[in-house]
C-alpha cells in the first residue's frame, strides 16, 4: 500500500499507544521508536522519473507518517517542508491519523484556510476519556475531510449526540499483539448504532486478539482478525480506503 513517512518515532501521548506497533516493529531492529528522526522518504511524493513525471502517479491514496504522528512536536522544524510537498502533490490524497489534534491549529499553512482538499484527517479516540477530550476540539477544526479512528477501542464510547455530518467515517476495532486489551462486541455495536443516527459511514476494521462477545472472551490469531470482522457484516456504507489494511484485499 502507498505509504508516505516523512519522518519516524513517537513519543507515547495517550491509553492506546501502550502496545505501540512501531515500539514493536522498532524492538526488533534495535531501535529506539521514542526517538524521532527525519526520513529519506520525505521527498517521495515529489521524486521523479527520467521522463520528468512523477514516480507516484496521480490519483493516488498516500498514507502519510503512519510511523510517526504528523503533528508530532519533534517534527515542528520540518512540518512545514512536509505542507510544501503535499500542496505541490494537490492530484493526490494524503490520508493521517493523529492524536495531537490539539496541535492541529499551530501546525498549519498560512494558506490552509478550511482545509486543503487533498487531506483527510482523522483522529484517534480510543476510549470515552479522549473522546470527551478530542472530539469537541475536532469538531471546531476546520478539516474538509474528517473520520474518527476508534482503535484499539479500550472502552465503550458514548459520544453524547456530538457527532455532526463533518464525520465522513468512524473506523472501530480491537488490538492486535500478544499484550492486547479486550475489545467488547457491545462497544462496536454502539458506536455503529450512533453512526446510524447520524447518516455516518461505519467501518469495523478488525477483532483485535482478545474479542468479547456475549460475555465470552475469545482469542483470535491475527491472520483471522480482519476476515472475522468482515464476516460480521455490519459496516454501513463504508468506504474503505483502497489498500488500507494491507493483509485483506477489497477490490
Known amino acids: 500500500m502507498p505509504q508516505w513517512n516523512p519522518w519516524h518515532g513517537c513519543h507515547k501521548f495517550s491509553e492506546g499507544c501502550e502496545h505501540c506497533y512501531v515500539y514493536r516493529m522498532d524492538e526488533r531492529h534495535g531501535k529506539d521508536a521514542s526517538v524521532v528522526t527525519k526520513l529519506k522518504t520525505m521527498y517521495l511524493p515529489i521524486a521523479k522519473k527520467r521522463d520528468g513525471s512523477y514516480k507516484i502517479p496521480s490519483g493516488e491514496v498516500l498514507y502519510t507518517c503512519f510511523t510517526s504522528d504528523f503533528f508530532v512536536e519533534e517534527a515542528d522544524e520540518w512540518r512545514k517542508e512536509a505542507w510544501a510537498i503535499i500542496k505541490e502533490r494537490s492530484d493526490l490524497h494524503f490520508f493521517m491519523i493523529t492524536k495531537r489534534?490539539?496541535?492541529?491549529?499551530?501546525?498549519?499553512?498560512?494558506?490552509?484556510?478550511?482545509?486543503?482538499?487533498?487531506?483527510?484527517?482523522?483522529?484517534?479516540?480510543?476510549?470515552?476519556?479522549?473522546?470527551?477530550?478530542?472530539?469537541?476540539i475536532y469538531?471546531?477544526?476546520?478539516?474538509?475531510?474528517?473520520?474518527?479512528?476508534?482503535?484499539?477501542?479500550?472502552?465503550?464510547?458514548?459520544?453524547?449526540?456530538?457527532?455532526?455530518?463533518?464525520?465522513?467515517?468512524?473506523?472501530?476495532?480491537?488490538?492486535?499483539?500478544?499484550?492486547?486489551?479486550?475489545?467488547?462486541?457491545?462497544?462496536?455495536?454502539?458506536?455503529?448504532?450512533?453512526?446510524i443516527e447520524k447518516g455516518i459511514s461505519f467501518y469495523f476494521k478488525q477483532t483485535g486478539a482478545r474479542f468479547i462477545k456475549n460475555g465470552r472472551l475469545y482469542r483470535i490469531q491475527r491472520k483471522y482478525q480482519h476476515q472475522q470482522a468482515r464476516k460480521a457484516c455490519i459496516n454501513v456504507d463504508a468506504q474503505i480506503p483502497r489498500d488500507f489494511i494491507k493483509e485483506n484485499k477489497y477490490e
Open 101 to 136: 489534534i490539539h496541535r492541529f491549529m499551530e501546525c498549519i499553512p498560512e494558506d490552509w484556510g478550511d482545509g486543503y482538499e487533498n487531506v483527510t484527517i482523522c483522529c484517534t479516540m480510543e476510549n470515552q476519556k479522549q473522546a470527551d477530550i478530542r472530539l469537541p
Open 139 to 195: 469538531l471546531k477544526m476546520p478539516i474538509r475531510h474528517k473520520q474518527l479512528i476508534c482503535e484499539p477501542l479500550l472502552s465503550d464510547i458514548d459520544f453524547h449526540g456530538m457527532l455532526d455530518e463533518s464525520i465522513e467515517q468512524i473506523t472501530a476495532g480491537g488490538e492486535s499483539g500478544n499484550e492486547a486489551r479486550a475489545c467488547d462486541y457491545a462497544w462496536i455495536l454502539h458506536i455503529r448504532e450512533q453512526c
